[in-house]
C-alpha cells in the first residue's frame, strides 16, 4: 500500500506561485514515475506533469508547459510542483499520483489517470484575478 498526501495549495492572485508538495508513505517511491493530475468544477480529471523515477525525464501538459515544474526528491518521498505564472484558469483541485509499472528511466511517462495506481486527497488551489 501507499499513502500519498498532498499540501501547499491556497489562494494566490493571477501571477503569482505556489509550491505544491506530495509525501509518500508505506513504500519507497524512488522507483517509480510520479504524476500530477488537476480537477476543475464541472470538468474532467487532466494530466498536468510526470516525472520519471530518476528524475531525468519529465513530461507537461501544453497548457503548463513553461510555468510549472514538476521535480522530486526521492531520499525524501516527495515530489514538488512548482507551479508560476498561476492563472485563474489554473484552479482546480490537484491531486499527485504514483504509477508502480517499474520503467526504464527514459520510458514515455503516462498522460492518463488510468495508468496510475495511487492517488493523493488533492489540494486546493484556486487564483483569483
Known amino acids: 500500500q501507499v499513502q500519498l498526501g498532498e499540501s501547499g495549495g491556497g489562494l494566490v492572485q493571477a501571477g503569482g506561485s505556489l509550491r505544491l508538495s506530495c509525501a509518500a508513505s508505506?513504500?519507497?517511491?524512488?522507483?517509480?514515475?510520479m504524476g500530477w493530475f488537476r480537477q476543475a468544477p464541472g470538468k474532467e480529471r487532466e494530466f498536468v506533469a510526470a516525472?520519471?523515477?530518476?528524475?531525468?525525464?519529465?513530461h507537461y501538459s501544453d497548457s503548463v508547459k513553461g510555468r510549472f515544474t514538476i521535480s522530486r526528491d526521492n531520499a525524501k518521498n516527495m515530489v514538488y510542483l512548482q507551479m508560476n505564472s498561476l492563472k485563474p484558469e489554473d484552479t482546480a483541485v490537484y491531486y499527485c499520483?504514483?504509477?508502480?509499472?517499474?520503467?526504464?528511466?527514459?520510458?514515455?511517462?503516462?498522460?492518463?489517470?488510468?495508468?496510475?495506481?495511487?492517488w493523493g486527497q488533492g489540494t486546493q488551489v484556486t487564483v483569483s484575478s
Open positions: 499520483a504514483a504509477d508502480l509499472v517499474l520503467k526504464p528511466p527514459l520510458a514515455p511517462l503516462a498522460t492518463r489517470g488510468g495508468a496510475y495506481d495511487y
Open positions: 508505506g513504500r519507497a517511491l524512488k522507483n517509480y514515475a
Open positions: 516525472i520519471s523515477w530518476s528524475g531525468d525525464n519529465t
